[in-house]
């Protein structure tokens, strides 16, 4: 988004503008349009910093583009359905070669309703003329662009926004944001460069059973659209787009990770205020040869200002695909794939090695056995009878997409041990469909039941170490405005809860039990519920820590590109109980993005102490960058942690004791 400032005195005429400031006093109107300084502070061009999750600002290569300003004013006259806007100040451009702040000075008629109409977009280097869209009509703004190579432009990202001043005698100093007026799809692959596979190097989207937006009225902020067919056939608008296959496009966010890269994205004009269903055929190929083909047909709802995310093995044969949609701004929507695509997996028993105790996990389908047979895999006894300890080891990656997954659930005694080897669980999704009961209770009264203890272990007890999970979605549906059940009926995503929410839930219930985890982590995490105060302990590895008591430790762990929302969040562990003692070391967090419901108990590391007696943080380094965000609205806070390692501790804080900490700038 783009911060505006606006700075406004009375004045005497309508018609008059002028590009240099004016001299205050009566009669002016001085226009400051501005970047706030943390989006100027984050703003980077196509290359080290750029991500598809952000739109031009990020991405676009200012060597090649200028960004254009341009302000209009409108008088209002008239109320209810006799208003009225007379444009009396006709679009006044401003274009700068980076992302800068740009002033305007004008004369208003003080005592008057006046609508300021601002619309940002890019244009050629050097150039100020239209571009991707025809403007010479604020009322009736359009796309210019043919299809042919559509996709895959970050350059067509525009911002706009409208806001009613009344212009007074002692006149206005307001703020503006810029949004979107669309929608950013984009497609994420998750299996590039595996097998030794050939891989895409152009792709086509065909749009059908949707409506397509044609036109945006900025000043009212409407939309118009037409109706695409039903049948795929009979549409014969497709687009399209190209890749370098030799280097991504992109370096952060998922583009980070070996095996995924954005492979399309796409601007989409979106109505107003709803979601809309949208379909479409994606089609991959390496020059004119097909490698792979998917037909979205289900409803995926798209928003003004939403980044709605189509991510999977979607180059392989058999891909699964996850949807998504983090708009980045004012809501937080995710779809898994098993709405739509869901995979038909058969669990099968991995083979138990009796003299060493161990599991070996081989395949995804061995891997999906652990849910429901979990117990009986780790109750293990030796000749005399005692519980004794088991190992279960993988031996290869797991990727499951297109599975609804369902948490591992352990508690207590006996505890076991995971070793990933150095491998990594990948592609996860889920949806609140399956979790423990969880009863929530004042004095003993049952408040309420929830879905809880939610990740790929709901809860685990034990011994983890050298594992990689990657690609891990907690969807909440409550915002799901689109989905219907068999008769048509609206689908109540409304009580889908992520309660202690991480890629490991809930772990060191009571200090008599084991919770190490040594060499693990957690990357491209997306954590969302329903709305409301429900939604707690959430962390981007794991969610809750119990009391601990010396065998509860967090040792090189890390947690990179972490999107959480909730109260009592941190970018690593979201609560910690504490009193007995947990050690965190070595460990560390980046890029995190955290949706504010409250204001306590939050940070990019650990969200919140119960207790700090004997717990200790050991040369850990916190995160230089790291976001909260009101989720009410989708703005940046001034929210600042009680500390870079924590963001509150309720009780026995001088006792919580932190060494060597790593100053970052």
């Known amino acids: 988004m783009i911060g505006f400032c606006l700075l406004l005195v009375a004045c005497q005429s309508e018609d008059l503008f002028t ?217 014969t608008e497709i687009y399209t787009g190209s890749i370098d296959k030799s280097q991504k496009d992109y370096a952060l966010g998922y583009d980070k990770s070996v095996n995924n890269r954005t492979l399309t994205v796409d601007y989409l004009m979106t109505d107003a205020t709803e979601q809309t269903p949208i379909h479409f055929k994606f089609e991959a190929l390496d020059g004119t040869s097909l490698i792979s083909s998917h037909d979205l047909k289900t409803d995926i709802p798209i928003q003004r200002n939403w980044l709605t995310t189509v991510m999977g093995n979607i180059l392989t044969t058999d891909a699964q695909l996850t949807i998504s949609i983090d708009e980045n701004f004012e809501n937080d929507w995710i779809d898994a794939e098993e709405w739509w695509n869901p995979a038909v997996i058969e669990p099968k028993e991995p083979v138990y090695d009796e003299s060493t105790r161990t599991y070996h996990i081989y395949t995804r389908e061995e891997f999906a056995w652990l849910p429901d047979n979990i117990l009986d895999m780790i109750t293990k006894k030796d000749e005399s009878g005692k519980s004794v300890n088991v190992s279960i080891l993988l031996e290869n990656d797991i990727d499951m997409s297109g599975v609804e997954w369902k948490p591992i659930y352990t508690s207590g005694e006996p505890t076991y041990t995971v070793d990933g080897q150095g491998h990594t669980l990948r592609n996860f999704s889920l949806n609140g469909k399956f979790g423990a009961v969880y009863e929530y209770q004042i004095w003993g009264i049952t408040l309420g039941k929830y879905n809880a203890y939610t990740g790929v272990w709901g809860k685990f007890e034990g011994v983890m170490k050298n594992l990689t999970f990657e690609n891990i979605t907690i969807n909440g549906l409550a915002d799901d405005e689109v989905h219907t059940d068999v008769d048509g009926n609206p689908i109540d995503h409304s009580k889908e809860y992520a309660y202690f929410a991480g890629c490991v839930g809930y772990t060191g219930a009571n200090y008599s039990t084991v919770a190490q985890f040594e060499n693990v982590h957690a990357k491209h995490i997306h954590i969302k519920a329903s709305t409301g105060l429900t939604t707690q302990n959430v962390g981007g590895l794991i969610g809750w820590i119990g009391v601990g008591g010396g065998a509860t430790w967090l040792d090189n762990c890390s947690a990179k590109d972490i999107y959480l929302t909730g109260y009592q969040a941190g970018g690593l562990v979201g609560q910690i109980v504490g009193g007995r003692g947990v050690a965190i070391k070595n460990c560390q967090t980046e890029n995190i993005h955290i949706r504010l419901r409250s204001r306590s108990g939050i940070s990019g590391f650990i969200g919140q102490y119960n207790d700090g007696a004997g717990s200790k943080i050991e040369n850990c380094v916190y995160p230089v960058h790291v976001e909260y965000i009101d989720d009410k609205n989708g703005v940046l806070t001034d929210y600042e942690p009680a500390n870079n390692y924590y963001g509150s501790c309720s009780k026995n804080k001088d006792k919580l004791v932190i060494t060597a900490p790593i100053t970052l700038p």
């Open 19 to 235: 590009d240099a400031p004016v001299a205050a006093g009566e009669g002016n109107v001085n226009f400051t349009v501005s970047a706030p300084d943390l989006l100027q502070m984050t703003r980077a061009t196509l290359g080290e910093n750029s991500n598809s999750m952000h739109g031009g600002i990020t991405n676009v290569d200012f060597a090649e583009y200028d960004l254009r300003y341009q302000l209009a004013v409108y008088r209002i006259d008239g109320e209810g359905e006799n208003i009225s806007y007379t444009q009396v100040i006709s679009p006044q451009k401003k274009v700068v070669d980076s992302y800068q702040a740009v002033n305007y000075s004008l004369r208003l008629t003080p005592n008057r309703n006046y609508k300021f109409v601002v619309w940002a977009d890019f244009v050629k280097q050097g150039t100020d003329t239209d571009l991707h869209y025809e403007t010479g009509n604020f009322e009736n703004i359009t796309c210019i662009d043919d299809v042919d190579k559509q996709l895959n432009d970050e350059s067509r990202d525009a911002y706009f926004t409208t806001e009613e001043i009344t212009v007074g005698s002692d006149g206005v100093m307001k703020d503006l944001i810029l949004k979107r007026p669309f929608a950013k799809l984009r497609v994420v692959a998750t299996d590039w460069g595996v097998y030794n596979l050939e891989m895409p190097d152009n792709f086509k989207i065909t749009y059908y059973g949707c409506k397509r937006f044609t036109n945006i009225n900025a000043v009212t902020g409407l939309s118009e659209g037409t109706d695409l067919a039903t049948d795929l056939t009979a549409v």
